[in-house]
């Protein structure tokens, strides 16, 4: 909402957004959805809460369940088979962090050599740390490695948001786990049990629901699985500090919007500016406006824009369009948005200068020679001679002193040469602005005239 409590424009959140790795991504704006569209997701004791991280939404779990999350046969979970590298990550806000508490869990099981292995992946939180179990979920050529465990060194803390990140190198081995960004555990998934010699590969089994926060209770937001390993922390939403990882609500670099080009008439001149906005400290907004007789061929810089504020002294802009831009800047936290409510111009419309009141033609050999009488206006800055093959139109090409309409200054009279003998010409002429020769008002009365040798 901005100013009022109007609807408004603000900066958009810096939520996750879905890439070619995405495999799973819920950052619970709006409805339950996956954004990458590999899972079905649903509600199982969890709830929508406007407590998030980021944008407007996250989850909170209650306690007693949480969210159940079944794959498509297109997604890592929702089929059978070798999983490749690998990345789990997600905001978590316990509210108390007790023991036995699960973040995570997925069950399946797994055939392999006529033998059942049954499979696990689980996060919970024991003795205040968050702990990560693979349990045969990764195979190598002597059969599974039954258990593989990850856990944080430092205590999870309650009421506190904080990023989980549990990753696998499938070229590499390296399973790691790491809170805002900086390594909690690692391990090598290898015959060796450190770099070198075979590597076990995650072999995933029958298709089976992932349950998020099955027994937690506290708020879980942007939830994401990744087909590749893990980066460190995104410095474009994140900004490292003493104390962990603080979330860039917004983005530092903030945003922009323009509006549709505003059609005026031609020649019209800017007026003034001015805006409805909420600009809370820190923040900023600055506005832009640019015009233009014609749309076509308009980029990004071209025409160019010029800054504007809201009754300060503006730039002199005319032309038949206008358009508005604005680039909005949150505060140094990236944690608050500006909002704008309204922009509004007003210009002033350029009056279209009377026609001549007579006009003469008189056909000569592959010529014909026009006249006219002086508008009555004063506003006229000179008189365009518009020419054709039919009558009302005046698309003619063929006269050596140019295509239709051809301007004639202040003069009251035009002789047009190289037109073809026996064909019949039609003619008119007006006037247009002295302000803007863009501007020009309405036809005089029709004349025609046929050259002939």
């Given amino acids: 909402m901005g100013k009022f409590g109007y609807q408004s424009l603000k900066l958009a959140s810096n939520a996750r957004s879905v890439t070619d790795y995405t495999d799973l991504l819920l950052d619970f704006e709006g409805d339950l959805g996956d954004r990458a569209g590999n899972y079905e997701a649903a509600f199982s004791g969890a709830r929508r809460s406007s407590r998030a991280l980021m944008g ?13 999350v079944r794959g498509k046969p297109s997604a890592l979970f929702g089929s059978p088979g070798a999983a490749g590298s690998f990345t789990i990550e997600f905001w978590l806000k316990p509210a108390i962090a007790e023991n036995g508490e699960t973040v995570l869990s997925w069950s399946s099981s797994r055939i392999a050599r006529n033998y059942p292995y049954y499979q696990q992946i689980s996060a919970a939180i024991s003795n205040n740390r968050l702990e990560w179990e693979f349990f045969n979920v990764f195979f190598g050529s002597a059969g599974p490695m039954e258990k593989m465990g990850l856990r944080s060194s430092g205590i999870i803390i309650p009421d506190k948001w904080a990023h989980h990140s549990v990753s696998f190198d499938e ?6 786990y790491a809170i805002d960004g ?16 075979e590597i076990f ?10 349950e998020l926060c ?15 390993p893990a980066g460190r922390v995104d410095e474009t939403r994140y900004t490292q500090g003493n104390n962990g990882v603080y979330c860039d609500i917004y983005g530092i670099d903030g945003g922009r919007f323009e509006t549709l080009p505003i059609t005026a008439s031609p020649g019209a001149t800017l007026v003034s500016f001015e805006s409805l906005e909420d600009a809370p400290d820190e923040t900023s907004i600055q506005y832009f406006v640019r015009a233009g007789d014609h749309l076509f061929g308009w980029t990004e810089s071209d025409p160019p824009w010029f800054p504007v504020e809201a009754g300060k002294p503006l730039p ?24 704008v409510t309204s922009v509004s111009l007003t210009w002033r419309e350029e009056v279209s200068p009377l026609p001549p009141s007579s006009v003469q033609a008189r056909a000569e050999n592959g010529a014909v020679s026009l006249s006219w009488s002086i508008s ?10 518009y020419y054709g093959e039919r009558p009302g139109e005046y698309l003619g090409a063929a006269a050596a002193e140019g295509p239709s ?17 026996g064909r019949m010409y039609y003619f008119a002429v007006a006037a247009y602005s002295r302000h803007d020769p863009a501007v020009a008002g309405e036809f005089s009365r029709e004349v025609h005239a046929r050259p002939l040798p």
Avoid: M, W
């Fill in 56 to 68: 407007k939404g996250a989850a909170l779990a209650q306690g007693s369940g949480g969210i159940s």
């Fill in 171 to 176: 070229e590499t081995g390296l399973l790691e």
């Fill in 182 to 197: 900086r390594t909690e555990d690692v391990r090598y998934v290898t015959a060796t049990g450190r770099e070198g010699g």
């Fill in 201 to 210: 590969q995650p072999i995933l089994g029958a298709p089976a629901p992932l």
């Fill in 214 to 228: 099955p027994a937690f209770a506290g708020c879980i937001d942007e939830v994401r699985i990744l087909r590749r």
């Fill in 316 to 339: 002199d802009l005319r032309g038949r369009y206008f358009q508005i831009g604005a680039s909005l800047y949150p505060d140094g936290a990236g944690s608050i948005s500006p909002s």
């Fill in 376 to 385: 009555p206006d004063e506003a006229v800055g000179g008189y365009y001679v």
């Fill in 405 to 421: 309409p051809v301007s004639a200054g202040k003069e009251t009279s035009l002789r047009l040469t190289g037109l073809k003998n």
